[in-house]
Nanobody, 124 residues
Framework: QVQLVESGGGLVQAGGSLRLSCAAS????????MGWFRQAPGKEREFVAA????????YYADSVKGRFTISTDNPKNTVYLQMNSLKPEDTAVYYC?????????????????WGQGTQVTVSS
């Protein structure tokens, strides 16, 4: 069973940076796609970024392109989301997700394992 544990959220001022981590366990992830999603209060969960564990191909939502970077540390089985130039509209609970296929996607329904989420709050 896949387990995903996020960390690294917190409160930051607009223009600041945070790095989220997602520690993955329970499987060999070489054929997986990993994703980050976020959900703000009263809004639907939205795609942020995805990466194939093998090959490191990436895909970003337009709203974060150029500001956020998704990456993996394969020996540590950890996925990162480096978030720079943060804006108040980036405030949300951020979730890590895993998909047991090596194909990029933006759809939450394509991911079958989820972490518990970590809160990111950006003050203006």
């Amino acid at each position: 069973q896949v387990q995903l544990v996020e960390s690294g959220g917190g409160l930051v001022q607009a223009g600041g940076s945070l790095r989220l981590s997602c520690a993955a366990s329970g499987r060999t992830f070489s054929s997986y796609t990993m994703g980050w999603f976020r959900q703000a209060p009263g809004k639907e969960r939205e795609f942020v970024a995805a990466i194939t564990w093998s090959g490191g191909r990436t895909y970003y939502a337009d709203s974060v392109k150029g500001r956020f970077t998704i990456s993996t540390d394969n020996p540590k089985n950890t996925v990162y989301l480096q978030m720079n130039s943060l804006k108040p509209e980036d405030t949300a609970v951020y979730y890590c997700a895993a998909r047991p296929r090596p194909y990029l996607t933006r759809y939450a329904s394509d991911f079958d394992s989820w972490g518990q989420g970590t809160q990111v709050t950006v003050s203006s």
